[in-house]
């Protein structure tokens, strides 16, 4: 991905983390990003229920049910899904975590944390989750979808989309425009 942030952080440099499994073989990622915001409103905007949608696309479809739960789809081969519901745990003093609920198809948690980037440069953005899928066939397929790398370019996607948004008020993206025209030449 992208070199580590140095002494002072740039803003916007990716500081690489390893990413890895555990010792059962799930995997497993840790991604930071440097945004230029106080963790606060940084904060403010990962509770939003819109923000989410936005940062996951791409990966999955995402939206919020009721009191801090999201559904999360995630689209296979061959036209199958998986589908799994997670709830929001937001401690000021750890940062926001999440976790899938007992019933999903991909058991999962994680935590973003927001701590002030070195000579108030912003604010780091940690992003770390962890995968265990379900067993059978589709469990397999799921771990190897989401083994460490496919992860890595997950949480390093989501932590860029999550800095444009905040940062822009909009997520670039390379989809043609509804008005362009079409080449003549």
Not at 15 to 38: C, F, H, L, Y
Not at 74 to 87: H, N, Q, S
Not at 92 to 101: H, K, P, T, V
Not at 161 to 183: H, M, S
């Amino acid at each position: 991905m992208v070199a580590a942030i140095a002494g002072a952080g740039a803003v916007g440099a990716l500081r690489v983390q390893s990413a890895r499994g555990t010792a059962s073989g799930q995997p497993e990622v840790e991604r930071s990003i440097t945004i230029g915001k106080t963790a606060d409103e940084l904060r403010r905007y990962w509770l939003d229920p819109g923000t989410l949608p936005q940062v996951m696309a791409g990966f999955a479809s995402v939206h919020a049910t009721d009191d801090g739960r999201m559904h999360w789809k995630l689209e296979g081969p061959l036209g199958r899904a998986c589908e799994w519901d997670t709830e929001t745990v937001d401690r000021a003093d750890e940062g926001i975590g999440w976790r899938a609920l007992s019933d999903g198809a991909i058991a999962n948690e994680g935590w973003i944390r927001f701590h002030p980037a070195p000579a108030g440069r912003g604010t780091v953005v940690t992003l770390r989750f962890h995968f265990n899928p379900t067993g059978g066939a589709l469990g397999d397929w799921i771990l190897e979808l989401l083994g460490a790398a496919p992860l890595r370019v997950i949480a390093d996607g989501a932590l860029r989309r999550f800095k444009n948004l905040v940062e822009t008020g909009e997520i670039p993206t390379t989809v043609r425009q509804p008005a362009a025209r079409a080449d003549t030449h």
